[in-house]
């Protein structure tokens, strides 16, 4: 048994989403919003570590949910980095109310995110 994605609009969409500005930090995760990504720098065990997720990738539950798993595999990755990022994935992108509310997988539209470049 399959489900059909729903769209919301981009009204519903910027009604809800709070806007973020270019430099707003979670952690060591910080928005670069002109070129629309989660960058991720960061020192760990004596290293340094540099990731960045692109944000106009993320359109659908099973997206973002990539993103957390591929991450979370990574043995220099800590839970505060982990934590840090579903933060930042909560403030940019409001899943609960665009991506999967309910239970139910939803696909954001383009240009939908909010940010201040």
Not at 65 to 92: C, H, P, T, Y
Request: overall charge neutral; glycine content about 6%; aromatic content about 10%.
């Amino acid at each position: 048994m399959g489900f059909a994605k729903k769209k919301c609009s981009k009204k519903e969409q910027e009604s809800s989403m709070k806007t973020l500005k270019n430099g707003t930090r979670w952690g060591d995760w910080t928005l670069d919003a002109r070129d629309s990504v989660l960058v991720l720098d960061t020192r760990i065990d004596d290293a340094k570590h540099h990731y960045e997720i692109d944000l106009r990738d993320i359109r659908d539950s099973a997206h973002m949910l990539n993103w957390i798993f591929q991450l979370r595999m990574k043995a220099w990755v800590s839970n505060d980095v982990m934590g840090d990022l579903l933060s930042a994935f909560q403030d940019i992108f409001r899943p609960q109310t665009f991506l999967c509310g309910g239970g139910h997988d939803q696909m954001l539209l383009s240009g939908s995110l909010m940010y201040t470049k």
